[in-house]
């Protein structure tokens, strides 16, 4: 109890020192499985898609309206298709590679008029190292340093030859570094809960741009329901600082918000297993006035691999 207390004290004492960036134009996937460890010469591929919509103006935590001026937003969106690929190096080390495809980032105005983007997005690595386990196996931990590297264009145009809105591009054009731990909790057989504090630091782009530093808390817990299908209960802390631009500090960006995660999981055949990841705010408080999040809906398709057993197969057919 007293080590649990502590770790929740250092998560704690870690966000309110850190920060997060705000609008992140990469899109990563939202895991049902943040201490996902792969076994030694596991490969994990997973496919997933992601939809994303907003509809109101906050100016702090509260709505805001600006009536039927016409250059306010009447709503946004974005679809976004990924993958992430995950290989056990060793039973204590994994990698992972993610990235992906924005089918459309959509803002529409209250006049008609709308903006719409697509293209690659940013890409990700990260290794996931466990660096303790305690004898009696109630506790875990992982820390799991990464990058993201700019792969997705930041300056796009319209076929009109009018550069897009950086709302609407699917890259940022900066380099960013990444640190996670997390704890996973052993209190019953086969029960856990799972906690995870990630720092991004965002780089300047060519444009001279920063995205805002963000610092990211979740707390998860997943529950056996019917053979192969499983709940997910994830709440979600994302805390952001402001973008600069040539050293000037945007205000209307940076924010607080705090997501709830209900999500389902099943698994079936071979080591598939398929989820679906709603995503829903319980409190939003913004630097000045930003549109907020109305939801995220997310659905992935994973495939675990046994690399050793394919080696087994191939070595025993060989000698035949």
């Known amino acids: 109890m007293i080590r649990f207390i502590l770790s929740v004290f250092c998560v704690i004492l870690f966000s309110s020192s850190s920060y997060s960036q705000c609008c992140a134009q990469g899109c990563s996937m939202t895991s049902s499985d943040i201490f996902d460890l792969l076994s030694k010469n596991h490969l994990e591929v997973t496919g997933f898609y992601k939809h994303s919509y907003s509809d109101k103006y906050y100016s702090g935590s509260s709505q805001y309206s600006f009536g039927s001026a016409p250059l306010s937003l009447k709503n946004t969106s974005f679809d976004y298709f990924g993958m992430s690929i995950g290989y056990g190096i060793t039973k204590k ?7 992906g495809y924005f089918g459309n980032k959509t803002q529409n105005f209250v006049d008609g ?3 719409v983007g697509n293209g690659l997005s940013d890409w990700e690595v990260t290794l996931k190292y ?6 009696d196996s109630v506790w875990s931990m992982t820390i799991s340093p990464g990058i993201k590297l700019p792969i997705g264009n930041y300056r796009d145009y319209t076929p009109q030859g009018v550069k897009l809105s950086r709302d609407v591009q699917s890259g940022t054009g900066a380099y960013a570094g990444i640190i996670e731990y997390a704890c996973r909790i052993k209190l019953k057989r086969n029960f856990y ?25 979740i707390v998860s817990t997943k529950l056996n329901l019917y053979k192969g ?3 997910i209960g994830m709440l979600k802390h994302e805390y952001c600082t402001n973008d600069y631009f040539y050293d000037q ?9 705090i997501t709830a995660i209900p999500a389902l999981s099943y698994d079936f055949g071979n080591d598939w297993s ?24 997310s659905c992935s398709l994973t495939k675990d691999i046994n690399l050793s057993r394919s080696k087994l197969s191939s070595s025993k057919a060989w000698h035949k």
């Not at 466990?130 to 004898?135: E, L, P, V």
């Not at 809960?193 to 808390?217: D, H, L, M």
């Not at 995503?279 to 995220?296: D, G, M, R, T």
């Open 113 to 115: 008029a709308w903006l």
């Open 249 to 257: 500090e945007i205000l209307a960006s940076g924010y607080n918000r």
């Open 193 to 217: 809960i799972v906690a995870s504090s990630e720092f991004e630091y965002n780089g300047i782009n060519p444009e001279q741009y920063q995205y805002g530093y963000k610092f990211t808390n």
């Open 93 to 99: 080390l994994t990698a992972e590679a993610q990235g």
């Open 229 to 231: 299908l499983s709940f």
């Open 130 to 135: 466990n660096f303790y386990n305690s004898k």
């Open 274 to 297: 398929l989820t679906a990841i709603p995503e829903f705010p319980l409190y939003q408080k913004f630097n000045s006035i930003q549109f907020a999040q109305a939801y995220n809906v």
